[in-house]
């Protein structure tokens, strides 16, 4: 039964608060203390701030002597005692009882408690005046489990442990020049022990539950709210339910479940779902966009792929190449993030320090819509900021993962002294003010230098958004000054380059003029850090106009992808198209290896073109030639994700399940990769502004292709003759000679082609964008299915300046004349032209 509550009325009150009723000196039990400021009242009495006999801080309540009729305040002074030297409880000084004359001439007793004076705010006061975050919620958790437990621990009770009796006051950090709040409990006068009986509504476990719930809604008001935040505070609303139950049997209310309850709600909310993703089947996950989990794209990864280690160089790096050849996988398994799942000798080995940032994930949908120059100009400040802060924020966020590990000191040279510098350096550089730099005790340096980053960029957004300039901001030289403090800081980076692995910084993802104001920030000469760009074909724009200044020629390499998997048997390319497919069926738990389902490419007739060149002259042939592991390897042109859907149609038409172990029939090979590689031909049509022209460049190549492999004359080859196979265009204008200049249409024309991959670049370093009499093209191999081509080439389509715009112009007469000259009188007197790609062929489409 709850009793009537004993509460101080307004005009006592209103005397206590007033210097002429309580006198500058009190005597408290025969020690003297000076009240010099009313600071707070609350139902039962009014605290002044005050000084003692040393001039220390003390707070001096004056309260209710009707309070303490029924026991004498002499006993909670002793349970206050107990308190001493707990850190989460102001301390008690002393108390005693005073008489003063109030204003309508009465004496009236009160009940003097002396305790620690604590200098900040009350619950309520920095929930108000302050932005909080998720990171608070927890800690707060923390702080107050603690209260409860030493509480518990000694059998009491607080018995007012409402938002007005917390406080939290700044502390400095140990060896740092940062502060950070820390929690205290005041007003002690009320302290009860544990098992006796209460005339309160709310007791300390559910006064603790408001709390939680009052700093949950000041977390739901902010205006931006990170995922993971959300995340946090919809897991905590089913723990906050069970801390209200009323049956304690349920109920959710001892301090070190509540703690542990929360712990796991916000491990939870960081990196859902807590278990680490699976492969339920080979092929799921099939671009490095979809894993969230660098733990499984690191598992995912074939450290055989043939370009790693030019990739992995601490040189700056231009890695182009078809979409879905790998770049982002290479890109984020290079990161240090990534790393730290590798083992302790290969983080210790390797020759950079990675960070990845995706332009698709983290730039796109923030700065995509500046695509005039005008619109970026107004906002090049603010550009510059947002992406210097996105860097930074991938540096924190690797370094919160190695600060969890045991060897952040042995290995990486990250103690807590260098991480509170860090931090330090963070919010000066940054202009945090003193409000913002605040943060709870338990909250890391790194964990608050996060939070104020991810701030910050969400200011720095809804600033752009609404049409606004900040005004304040980084500069292009902050990444320099950045990597200059943490290359003198951390030994780990003393020793590495660091790298900033920028991935798809490419115009379709960023456009031109945003690209542009970035190119000082990422092309900055500087002997600590160095960027590493991926991107479609010229999709980087600005590096011509650098090449003057930077001497890109001499200081940026270019890698291709396409390139390395040119040469049709390339051992390497077979070792890592094998221990791709390898790799997924271990991790989703299938028996077989990758030889046992697909086989060995073996050819009667001595290899794959003189296979297809026979299935061309043999009526009623089964079509079983693009078959095996060999084979299949080759008809990948660096394009990784095209070939694990090339393994996932052969496993889907040969019904391949965990128990397979035989091996899928060739001509069911045959026809899966047949399928795919006509869907990705038909897809070219979809590619804007030019699919159709492409298609068609596309497929009279490859029907060009196909025709001399199958109808060509024979090459002589010592006491063979073999037959023609080519898929290659090689472009020389004869010297001396006036050289063709193409038109924007057929120029635009002719990047897409090779920007959308329909034809790998064979030669790099020709001028972006300008047509050269020097040209080197090979069709996409994926295509070569589609027309039953070989992947080999033994042989060119040679063609001067003058032949190659004829066939961007019309590519099906420039391909008819061009198979004159390797038509066989031998075999076929009368020549008959091929079908144009637009009609069909014994009732069935070509393509």
Known sequence: ?????????????ADLKNRDIVPREIDVRGRKFYPSDPIDEGFKGVVWKGLDELDGDVAIKFTTYADYMACSYLREAKLARKLTGKDKFAQYIDCGLVEFTLSNGEKKKFVCFIEEYVDGWTLPDYLAKHEIKASFLRNYV?????????????????????????MLYRSRVPGSSAEEIKVKVVDLGSLKPANHPSRKEKDDHRWFTEHLIVISNSICRRKLIALDEKRFINETKQLLDQ??????????????????????????????PNKEPELSEPFDYITAEHIKSDKLLVDLFAESCPWFNEVASPNPVLLTGPRGCGKSMVFRRLSLKALLYKSVEDIRDSRIAGFYISCSADLRNRLGWLKSDAAAAKFRREIVHYFNLLLTREIVQTLVGVADRADREAIFGFGRSEEKRFH??????????????????????MQHALEIIESEMDKCYDL?????????ATDTAFMATLTRFLSCSINYFADRKIVFLVDDFSVHRLPKPVQVILNPVIWDRQATHIFKLSSEKYGAVGLDELAAIAELARELREIDCGQFYINVGDKAAHRFAEELLAIRLRLAHYEASPKDILGESKYAEGS???????????????DNQYYGLQTLADICSGDMSNLLEVYRRIFEKGAVTRQTRDMVPPHIQHAAVESVSRDLLNLIRSYAPYGDEMHAIAYNFGTLSRRILREGYLQKKGNDRIPCE????????????????????????MDELVRRAVFIEMELGRARHKFTPSLRWQLRRIYCPSFGTSLAKNTAVKWDASEFKDFLTDPQTACEQEFKKHWSNERNPVPHPELPYTQKKNGESLV
């Open 243 to 272: 801390m209200l139950e009323e049956d304690r049997a349920v109920a959710l209310w001892v301090p070190g479940k509540v703690l542990s309850s929360f712990e796991s709600a916000y491990t939870r909310s960081q990196s859902p």
């Open 464 to 472: 752009l958004i609404r049409g606004y300039n900040t005004d304040r």
């Open 608 to 622: 794959l073109g003189k296979a297809l060149r026979a299935r061309g002259e043999e009526r009623g042939r089964i």
């Open 142 to 166: 923390r702080e107050l489990c603690e209260v409860l437990s030493t509480l518990q621990d000694l059998v009491l009770r607080h018995d007012d442990l409402r938002p007005a009796n917390v």
């Open 1 to 13: 039964m709850v009793n009537e509550r004993i509460e101080m009325d307004a005009k006592t009150k």
């Open 424 to 445: 330090d350096f963070l919010v000066e550089k940054l202009s945090i003010t003193d409000a913002e730099r605040l943060y709870l005790h338990g909250v890391s340096p």
């Open 726 to 749: 080519t898929s290659r265009i090689e472009v020389d204008q004869p010297p001396g000679q006036p050289g063709e200049e193409l038109h924007s249409t057929e120029q635009n024309l």
